[in-house]
């Protein structure tokens, strides 16, 4: 299985801060990269598709990028309704795995 | 506008089978799309379980592989999850959830169900 690792698994930042979030896969999955938002007690929203592609409705304070097998997630300015758990997923090959999350708190 | 909702017991014993629906509106099953379960234990991350085809071709995780059976009905627009010999590690919340294959774009969950908790206790 590919494994996905994400860091960090929680971040502390305010409102107006601009975060990143990386994701590293195991080997190489080209851009098959995933991007979801989960709000407690939620279902998981999907944010970007294909490294970079910003999902129709999702503002474009977010945004993806990869280097190799290093993906990034970016929320240029947060915003309250930001504060949430992110996922990253592999869509490479099955079995389709994620990240293990990075929890976004207000500081 | 396309949903999903989740149905079954919430409480299943150790050593039986923990059966799921997923009943589909707003788009037919039998459209191209693979039709997903995926399940997230409590404060966990997230786990795929496998998936069916609107030609009922499957694909399940080999973790889970010789508990699984995912299976489509299309009379009813739903398709189901059965797990079996369930143990106190498969208690999660369940989701199902429509993937979408495009070729450049790759493979991605858009719509989900807002889960179910099964509780695995005797």
């Known amino acids: 299985d590919i494994q996905m690792t994400q860091s960090p698994s929680s971040l502390s930042a305010s409102v107006g801060d601009r975060v990143t979030i990386t994701c590293r896969a195991s080997q190489s999955i080209s851009s098959y990269l995933n991007w979801y938002q989960q709000i407690p007690g939620k279902a998981p929203k999907l944010l970007i598709l294909a490294a970079s592609s910003l999902q129709s409705g999702v503002p474009s304070r977010f945004s993806g990028s990869e280097s190799g097998t290093d993906f990034t997630l970016t929320i240029s300015s947060l915003q309250p309704e930001d504060f949430a758990t992110y996922y990253c997923?592999?869509?490479?090959?099955?079995?389709?795995?994620f990240g293990q999350g990075t929890k976004l708190e207000i500081k | 506008q396309v949903q999903l909702q989740e149905s079954g017991p919430g409480l299943v014993k150790p050593s039986g089978t923990l059966s799921l629906t997923c009943a589909v509106s707003g788009v037919s099953i039998s459209s191209s799309y693979w039709w997903s379960w995926l399940r997230q234990p409590p404060g966990k991350g997230l786990e795929w379980i496998g998936e069916?085809?609107?030609?009922?071709?499957?694909n399940y995780n080999p973790s889970l592989r010789s508990q699984i059976t995912i299976s489509v009905d299309k009379s009813n627009n739903q398709f189901s999850l059965k797990l079996s010999s369930v143990t106190a590690a498969d208690t999660a919340v369940y989701y199902c959830?429509?993937?979408?294959?495009?070729?450049?774009?790759?493979?991605?969950?858009?719509?989900w169900g807002q889960g179910t908790l099964v509780t695995v206790s005797s």
């Open positions: 959830a429509r993937a979408v294959f495009t070729t450049g774009w790759g493979y991605y969950f858009d719509y």
């Open positions: 069916i085809s609107h030609s009922g071709s499957t």
């Open positions: 997923q592999q869509s490479y090959s099955a079995p389709y795995t």
